[in-house]
């Protein structure tokens, strides 16, 4: 590899050529602050407009700073990076952002996990000269069913537009009006609503500050808490037990599943059960509704269609009820584990325990922002009540757990209550992408071949690349496997569905890059792509610890479908279980 | 070609109101016809002569008589007498300012004897619709020469060893250029010409469009032979309906004589050039902004490199040039390297336009070789300033550039003095300044531009520019404090320090050069809260002397809010409390009874 | 948000769609779309912009982005009679802003805004190349030089009936 010499701050490093100056620093223990810039290395993600310039440097025999950030070392390259004319520049282009940057820290909801806040702290400002004759540039406040867009907070940094065009491809924001007045919006700064958001929420995850934010649903919860005369169920999905410690120190990639069980028994839910087990419901009726349209496609049914796409992810459920209206038959009418839970929650336990459907509200704690939309959805209501009443993510969990003094990490660990809350290791790796295709394996395979699967973990399914395909041996019958995460990678192996040219017999889509565990509802990974790498690691741990690690195995599932919905995608499992789709995208309205 | 023999040019700029030059036209062609000569004598509609005060103006050519002032009831008079029996119409023609006295010809007008015309040479002489008359006047003949004459190497080396510099704004060497983009390995490369002229008083690109087209569109397809492209592309200003027109036509023209499109003149080269339309962006100027824009993007700029010669228009290597380098061109491959390299300075060769303009008699565009001081462009070519008002300060390189005063008048203009001097070439804007311009509110005005131009990426052009604008507004209101000026001055360094494009390092420029040159005027507004130059509205107040007022209550009655009161014939008095300093007292008054302070 | 709402007539989008069909539906060629729409309906409402969307596989959000990046683009409709003051250097210097100031308190409106009968329009230019003539005022297509602010409502008679 050609390799380049330089000088930083009288050090000297030798770096691959190519390497930019701040990452030349980094090697060398020198941290030069970076604000708009945000790389997942592992995900292939940066965003590098060189807006912000708090990372400029001085590079000897150029005219002016340099932004560290994009600048390519060069051999014999002389820089600086605290020199007073740095230390002045950096301060001074603070001072501007933070002159057209609200000061309501107090009470913003990103307090205490601004990026912004962060760095006004690093670089010591005390002040903002000239502010009581500075103008602000605000705008109008945008809330929508799962995200809050306050832009008055919005500093430029391009991150939620490089994520909803560059990585998601969705196209519901980008850059609009010019100079002072500049901002990252949807079309006609009208609300997210009327856009193509599919609220996946990656804008939520990236923003540096409280611009971009979720929808807090707590107090409804709080408030369902405190009424006697309702009964509350929660619900987990599985990848905040693999998140929700960061949110109280613990390392990235610790498993908290029994505290947070504790935890929201102490907060005060009756039943706490677990997502998970209807991540294992899921399989069951989306492993069967794969198994009989293939088996009618390779009898020649042309009716039958293949591939067969996964439903779970309400983010590219929005995706392609917007984008691919013309599909909407090919996706499994599984619902998501998320309304399955719920419909099975108001409905077979509810029955069980002599509850009617209005006196139970079901909670879900997410890690993603989405499911708060898809709650909301009018299909997956009984007259009006809805299957799921509120969610809430990882973050707002956190919050909730804090505001209520429990001293998390002392916390015992407890088990779910049940039946709900049994789950199988199919049923955990849920979390991350890869996963729901790798417990549909598990579960298909024994039922296609009626043998029993010796090696059950599918490394090859396993991964971060954004396009993955694997051939899995169903006894001779070649199971062509497509994988994506991040919905501009859905969308490749979708033309190549609508164009005919997908060889593939099922695909898994996780609108998140990295699936649930970099959903837009987890603690923010500030760029870190390590972490989500820890929590997909602790995923596959709790699967590997599970006593069970295939979904028809569940006990409980199997004496769910004996005491009440008979067989996979019998009647009452399609009507309890399985829903469908919308053309999203509004029509052009014509005058007649 | 051609067989006409006299030619009556109309100029056809937009000072000279397109409308009459119509007029005249029509009017010159019926009396030629009544005469029986509209095949000996050929009516032509040209760009800009230089002599916008005196418009609409009437030149005959070849002999350089200049009828100014011309309505078409002149037509039949100039017809009649000139063309018919030989004698100058006397009346019409051009008084020089800065003598007084009537102007036979052009070559007796001071304010051409120091200008050199290579970027305009055809301007205001060729008939921009008719190739013909182009090629009759040696258009195309550098391309011949290039096509059939030399290796693309050479042809490079001549541009570079002539010295030619880009004309934009940056000066960076042409010949240079070109050879990064021929080295830069493609299957496709782009020629493009910058023709998004956006400074405010600059008007010089439009003009050689307007003027002469087909220079344009010659040492583009010389440009693409060179670095080894056969696409051109325009990017010009949708403001600009009749430079567009004319390109178009020239285009067609072109093409239909084989100098633009497949197989040039027979040697196997292929060039074509498209038109791509700007939507008003000054930011996109500045290359990577105008690459993005032509792609159907917001025009921001991005971080260099890469460069548009690396991976430019749709990722290729794309050489971008402006309209004014683009002129040169041909005359460098004709005339050659040394002949070009004599003109000018050391660093800075050949000629700039100016796009003179303010507080100056002669309003226009010249063209001066590298090395005229400021001094001979105001005031030989120029004529000095109107009213015999004090000379204050100049302005140069558009909104960016700085303002330069008396000291530095005797400075040779070129891009290394001009910079050293805290201002800029820029594209060539001119704007001369008289003792009633007050150098806060002029640095404001450049601010106020360069707000609403940024395109809001980065930080310091964004905000900074912003805060400075209001930091100057506060200080024009006699809110300002000393260390306001310091602020002023700091925030100006690290915005020409940090930002991301040309734009935003420059915009402080205005500020910075009057911080230095102009320092008692910013005092005089923060300590003493007063405006010597009497523009800052909140600092002046009107006074009426009550030795001149002999009370005839004209500005009692011009008062729009009834401040002034007084009896006939008696002095009257302005209520300060109540005055709004619109000035219509001051205007009205005959007597010189009101003052400003 | 755009204030103004209309339905677009059938024949309307056909024009749009052959707009972005003779460049192809390249987005690339965005802007010239944009100004060709423009050149026929003479703004460019959202709607507008929602079926160029739509010919081109462009998202609205990037059009809407390059519509408010341009100076040229409007969302809303001018008058009948656009008035534009040049604010060039030039013209500056030599006291357009005074001119701009009459217009505004003759007309009623601000820069950008259209008067209620939907006659005139105002607008600010940035130097039109008229330097000699400065100040400079357009009213559509005729151009009045060296305009005092006391001409100005006699420029406006002249369009008080048209």
Known sequence: METVKLTIDNKTVEVPKGTTVSKAARMLGIDIPLLCHMELHDLGIENKPAGCRICVVE???????????????????????????????????????????????????????????????????????????????????????????????????????????????????????????????????????????????????????????????????????????????????????????????????????????????????????????????????????????????????????????????????????????????????????????????KSYFAGKKGINRKDMVVVSVMPCLAKKYECQRGEFSVDGNPDVDYSISTRELAAFIKQANIDFNNLPEEEFDNPLGESTGAGVIFGTTGGVIEAAVRTAYELYTGKKLERLDFTELRGFEGVRSATVDFDGLKLNIGIAHGLGNARKLLDDVKSGKSQFHAIEIMACPGGCIGGGGQPLHHGKSEILKARAAAIYREDKNKPLRKSHENPFIIELYKEYLGEPNSEKAHHLLHTHYFERKKKIFVKP | MSEKIIKLMVCSGKNCSRKQGDDITDALKLELEAVSLENKVQVVRTACFGLCNAGPVVKVWPEGTIYTGVSPDDAAEIVNEHILKGRKVERLLYTDPATGKKIPDEKSLTSLKKQLRIVLRNCGITDPENVEDAIAHGAYLALAKVLTEMQPEDAIKIIKDSGLRGRGGGGFPTGLKWEIARKNQSDEKYVVCNADEGDPGAFMDRSVLE???????????????????????????????????????????????????????????????????????????????????????????????PYPAQSGFRGKPTNVNNVETFACVSPIILKGADWFSSIGTQKSKGTKVFALAGKVNNVGLIEVPMGTTLREVIFEIGGGLPKDKKFKAVQTGGPSGGCLTEKHLDTPIDFDNLVAAGSMMGSGGMIVMDEVDCMVAVAKYYLDFTVEESCGKCAPCRIGNKRLHELLEHISKGHGTRADLDRLRNMSVVIKDTSLCGLGQSSPNPVLSTLDNFMDEYIAHVDAKKCPAGKCRDLMQYLIVKENCVGCTACARVCPVNAISGERKEPHLINQSVCIKCGACYEKCKFDAIIIQ | MSSIKIELRQEDISKIREICASFNNDEQELINVLHKCQEHFGYLPAEVQEVISDCMGVPTAKIYGVVTFYSFFTMTPKGKHPVSICMGTACYVRGAEKVLEEFKKELGIQVGQTTKDGKFSLSSLRCVGACGLAPVVLVGEKTYGRVAPDDVRNILKEYKDK
Not at chain 1, 136 to 143: G, L
Not at chain 1, 173 to 191: C, T
Not at chain 1, 301 to 327: H, M, Q
């Open chain 1, 59 to 345: 590079v000897e025999g150029r005219r002016n700073l340099a932004p560290s950030c994009v600048t390519t070392c060069e051999e014999g390259m002389v820089v600086k990076t605290h020199t007073t004319r740095v230390l002045n520049a950096r301060r001074t282009v603070m001072e501007f952002i933070l002159s057209d940057h609200p000061k309501d820290c107090l009470i913003c909801p990103k307090s205490g996990h601004c990026e912004l806040q962060d760095m006004a702290k690093r670089l010591g400002i005390r002040e903002i000269p000239g502010q009581e004759i500075a103008a602000m540039s605000t705008y109008r406040k945008d809330t929508s069913p799962s995200i809050i867009r306050d832009l008055d907070k919005c500093i430029m940094c391009r991150r939620c537009e490089m994520m909803c065009n560059e990585v998601q491809t969705v196209g519901a924001l980008s850059a609009i009006n010019r100079g002072f007045m500049s901002a990252v919006a949807p079309a006609f700064e009208q609300n997210l609503e009327y856009s193509p958001c599919t609220y996946c929420g990656q804008c939520v995850a990236v923003c540096p500050t409280g611009a971009l934010t979720e929808v807090n649903h707590t107090p409804d919860v709080l408030r369902a808490l405190a009424d006697p005369s309702k009964t509350v169920v929660v619900q987990t999905a599985p990848a905040v037990r693999a998140a929700l410690g960061e949110e109280f120190g613990l390392e990235p990639g610790t498993l908290v599943t029994g505290k947070m069980v504790a935890a929201l028994r102490a907060l005060g839910f009756d039943y706490v059960f677990d997502t998970d087990f209807a991540a294992d419901l899921t399989i069951m009726e989306e492993g069967t509704e794969l198994l009989d349209r293939l088996k009618r496609h390779l009898s020649g049914d042309k009716t039958a269609r293949l591939p067969i796409l996964t439903s779970c992810c309400p983010g590219w459920v929005n995706f392609f009820e917007y984008y691919y209206p013309d599909l909407k038959d090919v996706p499994s009418t599984a619902k998501s584990p998320q309304q399955m839970f719920g419909a099975v929650a």
């Open chain 2, 211 to 305: 003027g002469d087209p087909h220079a344009v569109l010659e040492a583009m397809a010389i440009c693409g032979y060179c670095i080894g492209s056969s696409n051109g592309l325009i990017y010009i200003r949708a403001e600009y309906p009749l430079a567009v027109q004319r390109l178009k036509i020239a285009i067609t023209q072109a093409r239909e004589y084989g100098l633009l499109g497949k197989n040039i003149i027979g040697t196997g080269f292929d060039f074509d050039i498209e038109i791509r339309y700007g939507a008003g962006a000054f930011v996109c100027g500045e290359e990577t902004a105008l690459i993005h824009s032509m792609e159907g993007l917001r025009g921001e700029p991005t971080v260099k490199p």
